[in-house]
């Protein structure tokens, strides 16, 4: 049970890079379509860091839960 926490919890940085470089390819492809440079990009960045930080924390919250006092 503990080996699979820990392979979870180290998804956490690829979630949170990954977030960020999805907003930033995303947001670079839209500013040249529609040449609002850098607007749409930073926009998108912001979006998917908050939506990375969001599954992260639902992550760890299922694994506190998981977890509870009864297992130590």
């Known amino acids: 049970m503990r080996a699979r926490q820990v392979g979870e919890l180290t ?3 690829f979630y949170l890079a990954g977030g960020l470089l ?6 670079g ?7 609002t440079a850098p607007y749409i990009r930073v926009a998108l960045m912001v979006l998917g860091m908050l939506s990375a930080m969001r599954e992260s924390w639902r992550m760890i919250r299922q ?3 998981t977890e509870g006092p009864s297992s130590k």
């Not at 999805?22 to 947001?27: D, E, K, N, Q, R």
């Open 29 to 35: 492809w839209c500013d040249s379509k529609f040449g």
């Open 11 to 13: 998804m956490i940085p």
């Open 63 to 65: 694994i506190s839960e």
């Open 22 to 27: 999805v907003g930033y390819w995303m947001g």
